[in-house]
Structure formats: structure tokens, C-alpha cells
């Protein structure tokens, strides 16, 4: 079974500011990792997603995240925020071999002016 | 393309009543995958169909159900509603290792 904490609820940030939302995962198996973004009343929308190679995966709209194995960890990192990046953002893994998506409970990123 | 169409995008129902939501994925996609996603629990896996048959299933009650047909369509069916089924109901249908979701369901059990 798998399972995802992001260790944040809320992160409240000043537009153009970097920020890090985290996301820490455990597997028994291989996991495939995602980032989704939700706004208010809107589905889901991938970000990123690490399947094997690089470590460091580029997304859109200015993300990135870096797996890191040995920390069992998918932080999602953008060097300067606008306000129309606030939402709720999520972090969630899949088996290799399926494609069940098991979701942490999601970070409100909130941009200030 | 078209996106993930769910249908309809609003629902109130009362208590007791059963309800059909409606899911058509990306043409090509033959798999669809529901997700509930309420505040208290947030974003839970229902079930996945493949090719009509039912691949996957999480753990919900049997008042929850689903289909799909010939033409990859999906449909879930809840019944005997309770109040605890006030959610969002999200669709995805999945190729080449990503999910492309819908924009949901809001169902409101009075």
C-alpha cells in the first residue's frame, strides 16, 4: 500500500518569492510521483510527473520537483510565485504497475501582494 | 482534443435517493478511474474500469457502483444516498502513465 503526507496545510507567501511545498511518500513498491493543481471548482490539472531518470522534473507554468529515494520525498519548488498560482496543490503516487493515484491531503498556496 | 467530460456538473439530491453520474474520457482512452473528493477524507479512489470490466476498486461501500460501456463512456451509480456523499466526484481516464481529469460532479445530499 501506499501513502502520502504533505507537510503543510496552508503556505502563505509574498508574490515573486520563491516557495517549497513538500510531499513525503511511502511504498512497499516502485511508485510513479505527480503534482496536480485544483482551483476552486475545477478538476485536477498535472503539473509534473516523475516516471524514472532524472531526479529534477520540470512542469509547467514554472515547477519543478526533485524525487529524492533515499528521503522517500517529491518537493515541489518555484523560484518566484504570481497571484494566479494560488490553489490547492496536491501530491500523489501510483504504482508502476497500476494507475490507482494515491493523494496527500493537499497544500493551499496562498500568494500575497 | 476534447477533455474529460462529466455530466451533469451540479446535483442536489435528499436522503434515500440513488443517482447516476456520467463520464466520457479523451477519445482513445479506455481507461476511466472515479475519485470522491470531500474536505474530511480528501480526494479517495473509487474504482477503475478497463475495457468494460472493473480493473481496480477502493474501499467504498456497495452503494457505490460503476460501469462502462462500448465506447469507453463510464457511469457511477450511488444509492441509497447519505448525507456523508456530499462530494465532488472526479472522472480521469489514463494513458501513458497520466490521469487527465474532468472538471467534476458537486453532488449535495439534503
Known amino acids: 500500500a501506499q501513502s502520502v503526507t504533505q507537510l503543510d496545510s496552508q503556505v502563505p507567501v509574498f508574490e515573486e518569492a520563491p516557495v517549497e511545498l513538500r510531499c513525503n511518500y511511502s511504498?512497499?513498491?516502485?511508485?510513479?510521483l505527480f503534482w496536480y493543481v485544483q482551483y476552486p471548482n475545477q478538476g485536477l490539472q498535472l503539473l509534473l510527473k516523475?516516471?524514472?531518470?532524472?531526479?529534477l522534473v520540470k512542469g509547467i507554468n514554472g515547477f519543478e520537483a526533485e524525487f529524492n529515494k533515499s528521503q522517500t520525498s517529491f518537493h515541489l519548488r518555484k523560484p518566484s510565485v504570481h497571484i494566479s498560482d494560488t490553489a490547492e496543490y496536491f501530491c500523489a503516487v501510483s504504482p508502476t504497475y497500476g494507475n490507482k493515484l494515491v493523494f496527500g491531503a493537499g497544500t493551499i498556496l496562498r500568494v500575497k501582494s | 482534443k476534447a477533455g474529460v467530460t462529466q455530466t451533469p456538473r451540479y446535483l442536489i439530491k435528499t436522503r434515500g435517493q440513488q443517482v447516476t453520474l456520467s463520464c466520457s474520457p479523451i477519445s482513445g482512452h479506455r481507461s476511466v478511474s472515479w475519485y470522491q473528493q470531500t474536505p474530511g477524507q480528501g480526494l479517495q479512489f473509487l474504482f477503475e474500469?478497463?475495457?468494460?470490466?472493473?480493473?481496480n476498486k477502493g474501499n467504498f461501500p456497495g452503494r457505490f457502483s460503476g460501469r462502462q460501456f462500448s465506447n469507453s463512456r463510464s457511469e457511477m451509480n450511488v444509492s441509497t444516498l447519505e448525507l456523508g456523499d456530499s462530494a465532488l466526484y472526479l472522472c480521469?481516464?489514463?494513458?501513458?502513465?497520466?490521469?487527465?481529469f474532468g472538471p467534476g460532479t458537486r453532488l449535495t445530499v439534503l
Open positions: 480521469a481516464s489514463f494513458i501513458d502513465n497520466e490521469q487527465f
Open positions: 516523475y516516471l524514472s531518470g532524472s531526479t
Open positions: 474500469y478497463f475495457s468494460e470490466t472493473q480493473r
Open positions: 511504498s512497499s513498491v516502485s511508485v510513479y
